[in-house]
């Protein structure tokens, strides 16, 4: 049995999650069921006090967001009181899920001593920064200024960009000081060689929500109008949905009934993202938004639902260290269109299993989803194909032997003399 304590931005919980990092609640799971593992995962939380609770065999430690929420703003004290925690744990492993972590930096100082570490690269904000506009002009980007940027400066997409360059040097100097790091592709790999040559990289699967892979395989809708979905973890440029409308704007002079459903946390709040507002005038000036369904966040099922009701998914994404919203749209089987950019390329192959398009380029964007709309044998081939892909790829009993393999391999390698 191993003892692991997680630093992760996921909570374990009863109620289905509509956040990001969902694999990674997935993930424990299973491995708790597996029964090789006993698992301690911490998380920043709305709680005024630390707290703790079982949730299946889990123990969910809850951190206040106000004393942990940045971890370049954590004090002594309560570093001190976290490090405190994780020794009466005693571990036998400490996994950080994410350079972002609010604890990244304080496991990269040695603050829980010189037990075994694991960093899991979840995102990498300094790669991020380097697209984050998402090829937005001048003009547009001033577009993207409305009364929350006008309130709070730091909203707007030249600042939150500025932001990730700077959390992305803390990033790197996390990276460059654990001596095991674990890579969900070929091109998270490279960078991190790049920023620590000297690092073991251990590479590790991607295990779906149960939602997805018990899905039945997607079949052509029936007589309707034309759906696409998309989706967005928030309001960020880099994600390319001003592409998707554009592309949509497109499809919509061959099939003028097509609708557009658009999932995720993109319209909330009580001050609207100055982005978000840009893209509602986007879909005015585009005569497209009397066709457009914001969905809002969803749940893993209501995902489910919304994939297999529509023709095709896109991805416009202008980078992405893996993509779960491609894993889990090949895994239900929906022909998706792809931007070529970041790990996706490696996810899928070109006109057997997606179609992709150049980053940013809507026309044939456009062109790859009307593709698939008006031949059924290639959409359905795609179909097949990307299931059969994704049912391998994302087996859960071989991402499970892989992880705990990855920990065992930590292990070995700080007992050797």
């Known amino acids: ?48 006090s630390i707290s703790s609770y079982d949730q299946g065999g889990i123990e969910q430690w ?52 010189e037990r075994p570490m694991l960093l899991d690269i979840q995102g990498l904000l300094h790669a991020y920064a380097d697209v984050y506009f998402g090829d937005l002009t001048v ?16 909203r707007h997409l030249y600042f939150r960009r500025r932001d990730f360059r700077q959390r992305g040097e803390l990033e790197k100097k996390v990276i460059r000081a654990f001596p095991d790091i674990s890579v969900q592709s070929e091109w998270v790999r490279f960078r991190i060689e790049g920023l620590n040559a000297s690092c073991r990289i251990h590479p590790t699967g991607i295990l779906l929500r149960p939602e997805f892979r018990m899905a039945a395989p997607w079949m052509p809708p029936g007589n309707g109008p034309v759906r696409i979905f998309t989706s967005s973890s928030g309001a960020h440029a880099y994600k390319g949905l001003h592409v998707v409308l554009r592309a949509f704007a497109e499809v919509r002079r061959s099939l003028p009934s097509a609708v557009l459903a658009i999932a995720g946390n993109i319209r909330g709040g009580r001050m609207q993202e100055g982005y978000s507002r840009w893209l509602d005038r986007e879909a005015v000036r585009l005569g497209i938004a009397g ?48 931007s070529y950019a970041g790990a996706m390329p490696e996810l899928a192959r070109d006109g057997e299993s997606a179609l992709y398009f150049p980053p940013g380029d809507a ?25 059969e892909t994704a049912l391998i790829r994302n087996d859960p009993d071989a991402v499970v032997r892989r992880q705990t393999e990855i920990y065992d391999r930590v292990l070995a390698g700080m007992r050797r003399p």
Not at 93 to 112: I, Q
Not at 306 to 311: I, L, N, P, V
Not at 363 to 387: F, M, N, P, Q, Y
């Open 139 to 154: 003009g547009e980007l001033v577009g993207c200024v409305g009364p929350k940027e006008v309130v709070i400066p730091k």
């Open 291 to 338: 066709a457009i369904e914001w969905m809002g966040a969803l749940s893993g099922p209501e995902i489910v639902e919304a994939m297999r009701a529509s023709h095709v998914v896109v991805v416009p994404s202008f980078v992405e260290t893996y993509c779960l919203a491609l894993a889990e749209a090949m895994m239900v089987g929906v022909p998706t269109v792809v």
């Open 363 to 387: 026309v044939t964007c456009a062109g790859e989803i009307l593709r698939l709309v008006h031949d059924s044998g290639l959409s359905e081939a795609i179909s097949a194909k990307s299931r």
């Open 62 to 113: 809850l951190l206040p967001r106000s004393r942990f929420g940045r971890p370049e703003s954590i004090s002594r004290k309560d570093a001190a009181i976290l490090a405190d925690l994780v020794e009466r744990l005693d571990p036998d492993l400490v996994h950080v899920w994410g350079t972002e972590n609010f604890c990244a930096a304080m496991a990269a100082d040695r603050n829980f001593g």
């Open 1 to 48: 049995m191993r003892k692991l304590v997680w630093f992760s931005n996921c909570i374990f919980q009863e109620s289905s999650i509509k956040a990001t990092g969902t694999w990674v609640v997935a993930m424990g799971r299973k491995l708790q069921e597996s029964g090789e593992c006993r698992i301690s995962n911490f998380a920043v939380s709305d709680v005024e």
